[in-house]
């Protein structure tokens, strides 16, 4: 019963902000472990793609000889969660990318990379999330995409409250694959780790 009590959940270590997903997912009752060979994937109960630069994590999937054997595991029902460059990853369809970036279509979703602006665009707010207890989640937007389309069977989480951007959707989830386009890791707020941490305990 301890491995279904502590889930064995990677976290895809190929570039980005690993180290933070790390320590929350071990603050939230999972057994973190770090994935960069297909032998490292096979053996755990679920995966984090981090933040980072989705084109360059898209080219080491390929040096690492992980992205077919992710894109099948996600296939097969494989609890998945993205933060930012890992939303971009997970999409069908990715707008405002180079051509040979690949994605993974864990959900069915369109997402527009760096769709709020540049470095310098980066900014703070309070969402409401859909699923979570506790009031407002405090959201960090860097370089961030958001959703342009969300298929029939992508439940909306939560959506920009006001501003340029107002409506825009910022995390979906579909069946056991979780995305965010900001950066829960970052904030100290933990709900949507251990939303995702008690997702993966259920399957």
């Known amino acids: 019963m301890a491995s279904t009590d502590r889930p064995t959940i990677g976290v895809l270590a190929l ?15 999972a057994d973190p472990v770090l994935v960069r060979r297909p032998a490292e994937l096979a053996a755990v109960d679920a995966l984090v793609l981090p933040g980072g630069e989705s084109t360059t994590i898209s080219k080491l999937l390929q040096v690492f ?7 099948k595991r996600l296939r097969d029902g494989m609890p998945a969660f993205g933060s930012c460059a890992g939303m971009i990853l997970l999409a069908d369809e990715v707008l405002d990318t180079r051509p040979d970036a690949r994605h993974l279509s864990g959900i069915d979703m369109t997402v527009r990379r760096n769709a709020f602006g540049r470095q310098v665009d980066s900014f703070e707010t309070d969402l409401e999330f859909a699923g979570v207890d506790g009031g407002p989640m405090r959201a960090v ?28 959707i910022v995390a979906v989830r579909q069946g056991a ?14 709900r949507v780790h251990r939303l995702f941490v008690d997702l993966v305990r259920d399957r």
């Open 141 to 168: 937007f860097i370089r961030a995409p958001w959703v342009e389309r969300a298929g029939d069977g992508v439940e909306v989480l939560a959506r920009v409250p006001g501003g340029p951007a107002a409506g825009r």
């Open 15 to 29: 570039q980005g902000d690993v180290r933070e997903h790390v320590a929350v997912l071990d603050l939230c009752g």
């Open 177 to 190: 694959v979780l995305a965010t386009s900001f950066h829960p890791e970052v904030t100290g707020d933990h």
């Open 65 to 71: 000889d992980l992205l077919e054997p992710l894109r």
